[in-house]
């Protein structure tokens, strides 16, 4: 078995990927890093193929033939992830919003501490953010009052796209059945994960809006996510939820 595996999906991230491949593949721990990249124009994954040879066995390469959207870019990542025989699968993005330093204390609240999911959260204590426009805090913040009000999730960062699952986790959701491509499908897992009953930790983080290449966010990305909520609650009343029992 496997220890720990990182997945980013990637679009046009020359300038970033590089120096995240190298940030989290120089940690402690021996991470190993997917990346999924969506047919990058801007040569993204030609940079990846260049550095693999400095990072024999540890980093890897997935090219897609055109931009399939986040959700199914994780589904991939994680079928990946569960073929190869990983413990612990990590969700971050590319452009250094998350530290690459805060995989160690993810890591650690599931492997150490006992927890089958950790969220790096920027709502647990107060708000970290760093360089969003007040409009945009607002409405992520909000957006997170608005997913744990109609789930009753207790959960404070519903939307974080920064985690942590032990491979039972995954195991147990129908990743089949997860249906957003979205930031949608950020809520959906956890939520799902929350269902089943699985033990899920918030670790404050610190998220640092990109300084370098364009953020994939949109409207439509948005609207999903807003609406979609509801869509979830209602299939939820309709299936029955049951977690795999705490195996180390």
């Not at 491949?21 to 990249?37: H, K, M, R, T, V």
């Not at 998350?98 to 647990?124: F, T, W």
């Not at 699952?165 to 956890?190: P, S, T, W």
């Not at 009953?197 to 610190?206: A, L, R, S």
């Amino acid at each position: 078995m496997k220890d720990k595996l990182v997945i980013i999906p990637t679009y046009n991230e020359r300038e970033n990927v590089a120096d995240i491949i190298s940030a989290i593949l120089n940690l402690p721990g021996e991470f190993e890093l997917l990346i999924i990249d969506d047919a990058s124009p801007d040569g993204t994954a030609d940079i990846i193929r260049d550095l693999q040879k400095d990072y024999p066995n540890r980093l890897h390469l997935i090219s897609r033939e055109g931009k399939l959207g986040l959700g199914t870019a994780y589904i991939t990542g994680f079928k990946y992830a569960l073929e190869h025989q990983y413990t612990y699968i990590f969700e971050m993005d590319a452009d250094f919003s998350h530290n690459p330093q805060d995989l160690v204390k993810l890591y650690e609240a599931c492997a150490e501490e006992g927890n089958d999911m950790a969220i790096g959260s920027r709502y647990i204590n107060g708000v970290n953010v760093v360089n969003w426009p007040m409009g945009r805090v607002l409405m992520s913040y909000f957006a997170s009052k608005y997913v744990r009000f109609i789930t009753g999730m207790e959960i404070q960062d519903t939307t974080a796209g920064f985690k942590c699952y032990h491979r039972r986790v995954l195991e147990c959701i129908n990743l089949d059945n997860i249906k957003f491509i979205g930031y949608a499908f950020q809520i959906e897992m956890k939520f799902t994960a929350w269902l089943h009953g699985f033990k899920i930790k918030e670790v404050p983080i610190i998220f640092t809006d990109r300084t370098r290449g364009s953020s994939k966010m949109s409207s439509g990305i948005f609207k999903e996510a807003v609406f979609g909520v509801i869509s979830m609650k209602i299939n939820s009343l309709f299936n029955r939820y049951q977690a795999i029992p705490n195996q180390t």
